[in-house]
């Protein structure tokens, strides 16, 4: 038996997520299985004990769960309750916590006494440049970071516990991975209010862009609550890698990729509370797991052929701390950053842009045949620090043309593909979808990027009624207050709302009263500059009568949210306009919104 339950969307809002429950959208709790304000790392837990008390009553077949919340992921997000357990504790700023960092590692003998920090890179800022209203401001990133992570971990606790009570632990293997990349840094060098700015383009703001946008929503107090979508400095990213190099994003040096790993089985592993230090990689997990279990792999899963699995079991080390690694080569790429592992050396290409910037000069003039290569025998330097590269340019040879092999063999040709929604923003699936679509109510809770592209584009949108003094609702909504734009009816008069990703707030109140009977309200976008995040003119018309208009300072071109969805006659979510965030969905009055035609006039 396994449990399937999700939330929508890599980004999603720790507080609103929109769930599923294998493939059926549930509403979201308002409140925990204790009656505390819901939080996804807190319902998960409460779903998954409910759940393992229904499979032991009723079932005796072993269960599989896939425990997937969304901390530390960005939007950093966590009860209030929890926000000042670490306060004042990373207020002397991100060198000290990587020097305070770097020997607990020592002292746990993660890393060995002799090891030392490797060099902080000139392009992440030093914590005194910062003034002292600047440092208050990160140094709260941090402390609302810590306690993101450490309130999944005790909600994971007590998942764990729970099987301990049912009598079932020591016949469970657990698997406890801590990321599935390295510390991100994408919230810029002074962290940012709203996450989404980078993805879209827009340039990193400066500490007082960040600072004044941060006190529009509520200041410091604000900070991992639900009206933010916030996420820390590139600079506690860097320092969180400790000992490592880098961050996510940047796959070729081991801060971008290795997480810390933890299994318990007591029936196989009779070690307690050891290392291991072999070379091993996540696609070890699926050959471990079928191996325990004694589940023979499936030759086709949902009709497809299966790939064969490229991983090897981890239990040959389990009681063996000194067996040699069965996983002696891996390759890593990410949007153009590569390197490869093989027999104790590690190449690395040297990266090519900075991953808290959408360089697209750095990405136009990327070229994986021209890649500067670092070197490294873990061997002897598990921590990447001296580069050899220069020492043995054969062996620089030797591994640069293995990785072109193991590139071929696991299809990651072309190298740096990804980048192309970023270089070529015309790429992006959803702007070669239709381009005329008539929708009704029954339309909502779609994926952003399954619906009309309403971004930076020219369209017009064409909304057909039957008025009266009752008549009230979302016409249609994308998106939520941080990114997102609505066109709703409040108090009888036509509303427009749209949020450029927090940084610019546009709203119409125009005192456009809505006639009654039969009508047809219409929309028009139009591009003043044909260019991402352009800025944009929006035309009312109701009965073909032009009744007002405003300006757009500037659109998003890529994505409102990574979570929110597209909605017909109602705000799924979170809403756009907190005017009626009291009014939960404020769904369109019932069987006055016939439908909503949405023409994309270009590209062409």
């Known amino acids: 038996m396994s449990i399937s339950g999700d939330f929508w969307g890599g980004e999603t809002n720790q507080f609103h997520p929109l769930l599923y429950e294998n493939t059926t959208a549930i509403e979201t709790p308002k409140t925990n299985a204790d009656g505390s304000t819901f939080h996804i790392s807190h319902g998960m837990a409460d779903q998954a004990i409910k759940w393992l008390d229904n499979w032991k009553g009723l079932r005796d077949n072993p269960f599989f769960m896939y425990y997937t919340p969304g901390a530390v992921h960005a939007p950093i997000q966590v009860p209030e309750e929890w926000r000042d357990k670490y306060k004042g504790q990373f207020d002397e700023g991100w060198h000290v916590y ?13 890393v060995s006494e002799d090891a030392e920090m490797v060099e902080w890179p000139e392009v992440i800022p030093e914590w005194d440049s910062f003034s002292e209203e600047g440092k208050k401001y990160l140094a709260r990133q941090m402390e609302v970071n810590a306690a993101f992570l450490e309130h999944v971990d005790y909600h994971i606790g007590r998942v764990i516990s729970h099987l301990e009570e049912m009598g079932e632990l020591d016949n469970t293997m657990i698997v406890y991975l801590t990321a599935d990349n390295g510390n991100t840094a994408e919230g810029t060098p002074t962290g940012t209010f709203s996450e989404l700015l980078f993805q879209n383009g827009f340039p990193p703001l400066t500490m007082d862009q960040q600072l004044e946008k941060l006190e529009k929503f509520g200041g410091l107090d604000a900070w991992g609550g639900p009206h933010l979508a916030n996420h820390y400095s590139v600079a506690w990213a860097y320092a969180s890698s ?10 070729s040096h081991f801060g971008g990729t290795m997480s810390a790993t933890a299994i318990r089985y007591p029936k196989a592993i009779n070690a307690r509370g050891e ?4 070379f091993q990689n996540i696609t070890d997990l699926v050959p471990t797991i079928l191996e325990v279990t004694g589940v023979p792999a499936p030759d086709y899963v949902n009709g497809q052929k299966r790939e064969p699995y490229p991983g090897k079991s981890l239990t040959y080390a389990w009681n063996d701390p000194d067996a040699k690694t069965n996983h002696p080569t891996q390759y890593f790429e990410m949007s153009g950053f590569m390197g490869l592992y093989h027999e104790g050396w590690t190449l690395c290409g040297k990266p090519y842009r900075i991953p808290w910037s959408v360089d697209s000069e750095a990405m136009a003039n990327f070229d994986p045949l021209n890649t500067e290569w670092e070197l490294y025998n873990i061997e002897e330097d598990p921590i990447q620090q001296v580069n050899l590269a220069d020492q043995y340019p054969e062996k620089v040879k030797e591994l640069e043309q293995l990785f072109w092999q193991e590139a071929e063999k696991y299809n990651v040709y072309p190298v740096g593909g990804s980048m192309g929604r970023m270089l070529q923003p015309e790429s992006n699936p ?3 979808a239709k381009r005329h679509w008539e929708l009704t109510p029954n339309v909502y809770r779609v994926p952003e990027f399954a619906g009309p592209e309403i ?3 020219n369209y017009e949108i064409n909304a057909y009624i039957t008025a009266d003094k009752n008549t009230e609702g ?14 709703f009816i409040k108090d009888g008069k036509l509303r427009y709302s749209y949020s450029t990703l927090g940084l610019y707030w546009h709203d119409f109140d125009g005192d456009v009263k809505i006639p009654y009977g039969d ?18 003119t929006v035309e009312f018309f109701i009965n073909d009568e032009k009744v007002g208009e405003m300006d ?3 659109t998003v071109y890529f994505a409102y949210t990574g979570h929110e969805t597209f909605d017909i006659g109602r705000d799924e979510g979170m809403p756009v306009n907190e005017e009626y965030a009291e009014r939960d969905k404020f769904i369109f009055t019932p069987g006055q919104l016939h439908k909503v035609v949405f023409d994309i006039k270009n590209p062409e």
Request: net charge positive; proline share 4%.
């Open 275 to 278: 290392w291991r230090r072999q």
């Open 474 to 487: 979302v016409i249609y909504a994308v998106g939520e207050h941080i990114g997102g734009q609505a066109l």
């Open 98 to 110: 990587r020097e305070q960092l770097l020997e607990r590692q020592k002292k746990l003998g993660l």
């Open 455 to 457: 971004k930076s584009t």
């Open 242 to 251: 400790t000992p490592y190099q880098w961050t996510k994003q940047i796959a």
């Open 430 to 432: 959803q702007k070669a």
């Open 552 to 554: 757009i300072k500037a």
């Open 519 to 536: 009508i047809k309200i219409t929309l028009k976008h139009t591009m003043k500059e044909p260019k991402l995040n352009g800025p944009s």
